[in-house]
């Protein structure tokens, strides 16, 4: 049976065509491309109970591929939420529409049955003990494991503001968040988001759609820091103010104030913006407390090598909670691939997790905005071509040694991205095409993805 990948948030399909719409992301089939499988299945294995603990992409990745891998082994997954795997990097848009829990539903119910894997919901697991290969839930009952894979994920970073605790303010992480935001829409009529990275974008732009006054508030100087460069960053914002979404950067929040209730934020300036919300998008934390208390090495994730192996005997960790060569990635695509290495390897099929390539691609306001790879030259004999159109809202950097292409910032470009992903993920060589690129001409990338 054949495997596709989607490109834009890696989830994995299995059978013999693409599916018309990714459920995750809602991609279409184009999307998908097809995925060699190296690996035969691991049935008759010694191995005979794993445990998973947490049902985000990671974990439910490695459930699947656990599954898929090995027909015997039993597969015990803990979630301490109330639903099941659903898509949290929709969230965003779920928040301003009316859809249905069911729409961002990954697997339905049927398909746990079918595949024999038993997910226990609202129980978390609050103890691991190494030694006796044993976790506890938090009714206290224990559970053996042969292999123990820790998908805990993360938890959203609140900043120390002052009001930060009052009514109105809210996270945006799980399902949950979610719904407690659809619950009070009709109670507010503007509202702030206190970040600027993917998050906070995606949920202004939501917010925006339903009729709401938003303002997005980032203490950088730019909005996604972490992907875009100043210029791919002013053209965004201006696209982003055209559509009524107001944007500050560089700009720092002392206070929440309101009696019980928000009603505003006062900035360091002393500047005071009414609102009746506030969201937070602004940043997560590996929720690393759990590995710790078992002694498992941690830094600022929970540390892996290669095989996603902990420091502890047959422990492994996968997603937003691991910390692989000193990097916490934090998106979807490397919480899959790092599920399925960690699953491939608790099977005992040795394969090498060599990190993920860090590939956004953001569709907000009609403009689709791609990064992947370096944004900046940072090795002798690297060059940039830069492109720019901001009347169009059309942004395009290139990072290249002559040979290559480390890296691309696109926006407003439609019809080059999965090219260019392709050209960097697989080193294929850009020499030819280099002085066409620099000229502005993107047919050469259309042609033949």
């Known amino acids: 049976m054949k495997k596709w990948r989607c490109r834009i ?3 994995i399909h299995t059978g013999e065509n693409p599916p018309l719409q990714c459920p995750v992301c809602q991609a279409s089939a184009e999307d998908f491309k097809p995925m060699e499988d190296f690996f035969s299945t691991a049935a008759g294995s010694a191995i005979k109970k794993i445990i998973i603990i947490g049902n985000g992409a990671a974990g439910m990745e490695a459930a699947r591929t656990l599954r898929e891998n090995n027909s015997e082994v039993e597969i015990l997954l803990f979630s301490d939420e109330n639903h099941p795997f659903y898509s949290r990097i929709h969230l965003s848009t779920f928040i301003g529409d009316n859809s249905s829990i069911e729409k961002i539903t990954i697997y339905p119910k049927n398909w746990y049955e079918e595949n024999r894997i038993t997910v226990i919901l609202n129980n978390q697991v609050v103890e691991i003990n190494p030694d006796k290969q044993i976790v506890i839930d938090n009714h206290g009952v224990s559970h053996s494991y042969d292999r123990l894979i820790i998908a805990t994920g993360a938890s ?4 120390s503001i002052m009001g930060i605790d009052k009514e109105g303010v809210s996270l945006l992480r799980n399902l949950e968040h979610a719904l407690q935001i659809r619950k009070k829409m009709d109670t507010f009529s503007s509202a702030i988001i206190i970040g600027g990275g993917i998050l906070g974008i995606e949920a202004a732009s ?6 709401k006054r938003v303002t997005i508030i ?7 820091p972490q992907q875009l460069d100043s210029d791919g960053s002013k053209i965004l914002s201006h696209i982003l103010e055209t559509r009524g979404i107001s944007v500050l950067t560089s700009t720092r929040i002392e206070e929440i104030f309101g009696d019980t209730q928000v009603e505003g934020i006062r900035l360091s300036s002393g500047q005071k913006l009414a609102a009746q919300f506030v969201v937070l998008a602004t940043g997560i934390v590996p929720n690393i407390a759990l590995a710790k208390q078992a002694g498992i090495n941690v830094h600022r994730g929970i540390i892996v090598n290669e095989r996603l192996e902990t420091s502890r005997k047959n422990i492994y960790a996968a997603g937003d909670v691991a910390e692989f060569q000193n990097t916490i990635y934090g998106i979807w695509p490397a919480a899959v691939d790092q599920g399925y290495a960690a699953a491939l390897n608790a099977l005992g099929i040795t394969y090498h997790y060599r990190g993920t390539t860090p590939l956004h691609i953001l569709k907000v306001a009609g ?3 791609t990064t992947i790879g370096k944004k900046y030259p940072d090795q002798s004999g690297e060059e940039q071509i830069v492109y720019r159109h901001p009347e169009a809202g059309e942004y395009v950097k290139l990072i290249h040694n002559r040979e290559y292409i480390q890296g691309a910032l696109v926006l407003g470009v439609k019809g080059i991205s999965y090219r260019l992903e392709k050209m960097i993920k697989k080193n294929v060589t ?6 066409d690129l620099a000229s502005g001409k993107w047919e050469v990338l259309r042609k033949n993805s």
Do not use: Q, W
């Open 9 to 11: 948030c890696g989830y």
């Open 156 to 159: 959203p970073f609140v900043p």
């Open 206 to 211: 939501s917010l925006n759609k339903t009729g």
């Open 218 to 224: 980032e203490l950088s100087d730019r909005l996604m």
């Open 367 to 369: 403009l689709e905005v």
């Open 430 to 435: 850009a020499r030819h095409i280099i002085g």
